[in-house]
């Protein structure tokens, strides 16, 4: 089994990084933003999946 640790400590270090050099307004729009592509994806996935169901 995979272990997803990798992938926090990448997402850790980037959230780090943004946060040194964005002001907390600059960063709440790119969380923001974030968030709404991640639920773009999982949109696109759940009709991708139905799509290849019919």
Do not use: F, P
Not at 6 to 18: G, H
Request: with cysteine; proline share 0%.
């Amino acid at each position: 089994m995979k272990s997803n640790c990798q992938n926090l400590y990448i997402l850790s270090t980037i959230a780090c990084q943004l946060a040194e050099c964005h002001s907390e307004e600059e960063l709440e729009m790119i969380s923001a933003d974030l968030t709404t592509l991640g639920y773009m994806i999982e949109s696109l996935l759940a009709h991708k999946c139905v799509c290849e169901d019919e």
